[in-house]
């Protein structure tokens, strides 16, 4: 039985918004979901140019979990980016936002 997730913070609420091509709709295309907490490590390592030491502090998570999710939220978006998909993003399952602190 794998132990339980941490919770994870994260910044904000995306739920329900989505990325895609445009002038194509969105039930024409390919959905690849990206969740929350995917979001919020791209946004601390690739935006705000952290280091995945600092996202892991700022998410209450560890560096090799920040790492795991960077590599999944990556495959993810060059995945729609190639393939033309939209990328729907979804609440992660262990999540707790600023907004609800």
Do not use: N, Y
């Amino acid at each position: 039985m794998p132990r339980p997730k941490k919770i994870r913070h994260c910044q904000g609420r995306l739920c329900g918004k989505a990325f895609k091509p445009a002038r194509i709709p969105l039930a024409e295309l390919q959905h690849i979901p990206l969740l929350q907490d995917e979001v919020e490590a791209l946004r601390l390592c690739d935006l705000q140019g952290l280091t995945q030491e600092q996202a892991g502090r700022h998410m209450g998570i560890s560096r090799g979990t920040v790492q795991r999710i960077l590599t999944a939220a990556r495959r993810k978006v060059a995945q729609a980016l190639v393939e033309g998909a939209a990328l729907i993003m979804e609440d992660s399952p262990v999540l707790q936002t600023e907004t609800e602190e």
